[in-house]
């Protein structure tokens, strides 16, 4: 059974700074490629950022230079460091894996940033 645990949300001002952290078996770090989503009130659920297979790192247009998308191999959790946040980043953020059998996600964490 896949299974993602994300965490690391909460309340900021504009401005600050939160890390979000997925733990996710050694399994899914091997075979998928893992991401973030958002889905903010109302809205549909939207990409943010991947690590792909390949190492390679995607950022939705409007977090560029703001998050950054990492991960410990050896302890087998992904980041998303969210820095100089907007009250449009207001959303709960799901951590994603991608793997050839489907895809997978955390139950969620929420984001709160006041103006």
């Known amino acids: 059974q896949v299974q993602l645990q994300d965490s690391g949300g909460g309340s900021v001002p504009a401005g600050g700074s939160l890390k979000l952290s997925c733990v996710a078996s050694?399994?899914?770090?091997?075979?998928?490629?893992m991401g973030w989503y958002r889905q903010a009130p109302g809205k549909e659920r939207e990409f943010v950022s991947a690590?792909?297979?390949?190492?390679?790192?995607r950022y939705r247009d409007s977090v560029k230079g703001r998050f950054t998308i990492s991960l410990n191999y050896a302890k087998n959790i992904l980041f998303l460091q969210m820095n100089s946040l907007k009250t449009e980043d207001t959303a709960t953020y799901y951590c994603?894996?991608?793997?050839?059998?489907?895809?997978?996600w955390g139950q969620g964490t929420q984001v709160t940033v006041s103006s």
């Open positions: 690590l792909d297979g390949d190492g390679r790192r």
């Open positions: 050694r399994w899914i770090f091997d075979n998928c490629g």
């Open positions: 994603s894996a991608y793997c050839t059998a489907g895809t997978y």
